[in-house]
């Protein structure tokens, strides 16, 4: 998968050098480019920034080095172009890439959402500042391309960097070969199938006895049925307390007949 970050912070973005993401990369499976917005400007103070029309407080990001930024992406081909990749597959590149615009006024990014971009073999995000892009920039290209305008929570950031490291992770986890066990994320909170809408319960490990703690009986029971009943029984206990809203909107035919005497 190849992914192209613009920003005016690139070294915002230098987490994505370590662990899982950084592994990712130097094993080829990810390609990821991050591109300074300035180099797109023109003027002696390279601006990116200017008074909104209307008047009000904060600047808004300029159209032009935005345009001229996308346009070069888009231009420079797709995933496996111009890198060492391994992951030469350009599938769906004719199409473009999808564009992710982070903003707090995006649909919600949820693992739904992570799954659907993990499918996709190219990703441009425009992690902006100020407060946020020329309504323009989104207009033009969502007319030749995919855009998603996506927030990572009702709360608002000084700017779209850190949604970018969150979103990244949250899709390169999904990639086949970047975890080390394929099934890591099938128990997840919010995955696909068994777990959809729930939130896990909770996890131990060794030693048996911490601080006089012990563990749950049946997880020594080697009983399989039986853990999985029990840890079903926990997420749902546990999304109930957290997250009652997910239980609401939980599809009845997805639950099993335990799990209605809740
Ligand atoms: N005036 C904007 C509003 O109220 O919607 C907020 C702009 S914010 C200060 C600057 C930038 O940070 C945004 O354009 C976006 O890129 C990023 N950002 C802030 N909060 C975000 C969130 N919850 N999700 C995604 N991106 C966010």
Same mark, same amino acid.
């Given at each position: 998968?190849?992914?192209?970050?613009?920003?005016?912070?690139?070294?915002?973005?230098?987490?994505?050098?370590?662990?899982?993401?950084?592994?990712?990369?130097?094993?080829?499976?990810?390609?990821?480019?991050?591109?300074?917005?300035?180099?797109?400007?023109?003027?002696?103070?390279?601006?990116?920034?200017?008074?909104?029309?209307?008047?009000?407080?904060?600047?808004?990001?300029?159209?032009?080095?935005?345009?001229?930024?996308?346009?070069?992406?888009?231009?420079?081909?797709?995933?496996?172009?111009?890198?060492?990749?391994?992951?030469?597959?350009?599938?769906?590149?004719?199409?473009?890439?999808?564009?992710?615009?982070?903003?707090?006024?995006?649909?919600?990014?949820?693992?739904?959402?992570?799954?659907?971009?993990?499918?996709?073999?190219?990703?441009?995000?425009?992690?902006?500042?100020?407060?946020?892009?020329?309504? /323009?920039?989104?207009?033009?290209?969502? %007319? #030749?391309?995919?855009?998603?305008? *996506?927030?990572?929570? =009702?709360? @608002? $950031?000084?700017?779209?960097?850190?949604?970018?490291?969150?979103?990244?992770?949250?899709?390169?986890?999904?990639?086949?070969?970047?975890?080390?066990?394929?099934?890591?994320?099938?128990?997840?909170?919010?995955?696909?199938?068994?777990?959809?809408?729930?939130?896990?319960?909770?996890?131990?490990?060794?030693?048996?006895?911490?601080?006089?703690?012990?563990?749950?009986?049946?997880?020594?029971?080697?009983?399989?049925?039986?853990?999985?009943?029990?840890?079903?029984?926990?997420?749902?206990?546990?999304?109930? /307390?957290?997250?009652?809203?997910?239980? %609401? #909107?939980?599809?009845?035919?997805? *639950?099993?007949?335990? =799990?209605? @005497? $809740?």
């Amino acid at each position: 998968m190849r992914l192209d970050i613009v920003t005016i912070f690139p070294e915002y973005l230098e987490p994505l050098n370590v662990s899982l993401v950084g592994k990712a990369r130097a094993r080829g499976l990810l390609d990821v480019r991050v591109h300074d917005l300035r180099q797109w400007t023109h003027d002696r103070h390279n601006t990116v920034d200017d008074t909104p029309y209307g008047g009000g407080p904060g600047m808004v990001m300029k159209p032009e080095p935005w345009g001229e930024a996308l346009d070069a992406i888009v231009a420079s081909g797709g995933p496996g172009e111009g890198s060492d990749t391994e992951d030469g597959s350009r599938g769906g590149s004719e199409h473009g890439p999808v564009v992710v615009v982070p903003t707090p006024s995006g649909s919600p990014f949820t693992q739904t959402t992570a799954v659907e971009l993990a499918a996709e073999p190219w990703l441009v995000f425009t992690p902006a500042r100020y407060e946020g892009i020329d309504r /323009r920039v989104i207009e033009e290209y969502g %007319e #030749r391309l995919r855009v998603r305008e *996506l927030s990572i929570g =009702d709360y @608002v $950031l000084a700017g779209g960097e850190a949604p970018v490291l969150v979103m990244v992770e949250a899709v390169a986890r999904l990639l086949p070969g970047v975890l080390g066990n394929a099934e890591s994320h099938r128990d997840d909170s919010f995955a696909p199938g068994a777990m959809a809408d729930l939130l896990e319960g909770p996890v131990y490990t060794k030693p048996p006895v911490w601080r006089g703690r012990g563990i749950p009986e049946v997880l020594l029971s080697g009983h399989h049925g039986r853990i999985a009943r029990w840890r079903r029984d926990q997420a749902l206990h546990r999304t109930a /307390r957290y997250r009652p809203d997910l239980i %609401e #909107r939980c599809d009845p035919a997805a *639950l099993d007949a335990q =799990d209605r @005497v $809740l």
